[in-house]
T-cell receptor, first 115, second 112 residues
Framework: GAVVSQHPSRVICKSGTSVKIECRSLDFQATTMFWYRQFPKQSLMLMATSNEGSKATYEQGVEKDKFLINHASLTLSTLTVTSAHPEDSSFYIC???????????FGQGTRLTVV | AQSVTQLDSHVSVSEGTPVLLRCNYSSSYSPSLFWYVQHPNKGLQLLLKYTSAATLVKGINGFEAEFKKSETSFHLTKPSAHMSDAAEYFCVDVYNTDKLIFGTGTRLQVFP
């Protein structure tokens, strides 16, 4: 199957700093990438959908100025958590789709801890 | 609104015994349903998917799931659990062709 690489797998940062998470599709062109956040004991929650070359579409309740998403190419999307706070600590995971999402390919996820 | 309910947050079985992980959906239209597995420190992996071609879907690693419209269910089963099956399992529905709705996940423990 297709491979999606997410980096870093774990990151610890201080409050107030920014963290960038990368999501790459290694062997296919991803027209659409999705960013999810997983809260403890809860399901994955879709944060935003990004299409290459256009602005991301954010889900209700997700601060677009805090969670900056860039999808500059067909193989790379980035999520930047700006001015991170401890409540931003979570598991973030991306997925990529070629076109209509009949199957999603997921990255390994990033465990973010803000101290 | 569409939702996916996984009825059990934890399931524990002995190795060699059957596995049943339950999932109910609430799509108002014909759903596209998936089961994913997440092993520790690894990305989600697709186990199987239902796309209306057949109600009984066979996936990888001996897993299968049966779509029952009358019960709005898509339960995941395996005849004989293996230690390597211990992981988190997610039932997922797709809506608007490109958005996924995840269940809360079921952690499967397999005891020797």
């Amino acid at each position: 199957g297709a491979v999606v690489s997410q980096h870093p797998s774990r990151v610890i940062c201080k409050s107030g700093t920014s963290v960038k998470i990368e999501c790459r599709s290694l062997d296919f062109q991803a027209t659409t990438m999705f960013w999810y956040r997983q809260f403890p004991k809860q399901s994955l929650m879709l944060m935003a959908t990004s299409n290459e070359g256009s602005k991301a579409t954010y889900e209700q309740g997700v601060e677009k100025d805090k969670f900056l998403i860039n999808h500059a190419s067909l193989t790379l999307s980035t999520l930047t958590v700006t001015s991170a706070h401890p409540e931003d600590s979570s598991f973030y995971i991306c997925s990529a789709a070629r076109q209509s999402n009949t199957e999603a390919f997921f990255g390994q996820g990033t465990r973010l801890t803000v101290v | 609104a569409q939702s996916v309910t996984q009825l059990d947050s934890h399931v524990s079985v002995s190795e060699g015994t059957p596995v049943l992980l339950r999932c109910n959906y609430s799509s108002s239209y014909s759903p596209s349903l998936f089961w994913y597995v997440q092993h520790p420190n690894k990305g989600l992996q697709l186990l199987l998917k239902y796309t209306s071609a057949a109600t009984l879907v066979k996936g990888i690693n001996g897993f299968e799931a049966e779509f029952k419209k009358s019960e709005t269910s898509f339960h995941l089963t395996k005849p004989s659990a293996h230690m390597s099956d211990a992981a988190e399992y997610f039932c997922v529905d797709v809506y608007n062709t490109d958005k996924l709705i995840f269940g809360t996940g079921t952690r499967l423990q397999v005891f020797p």
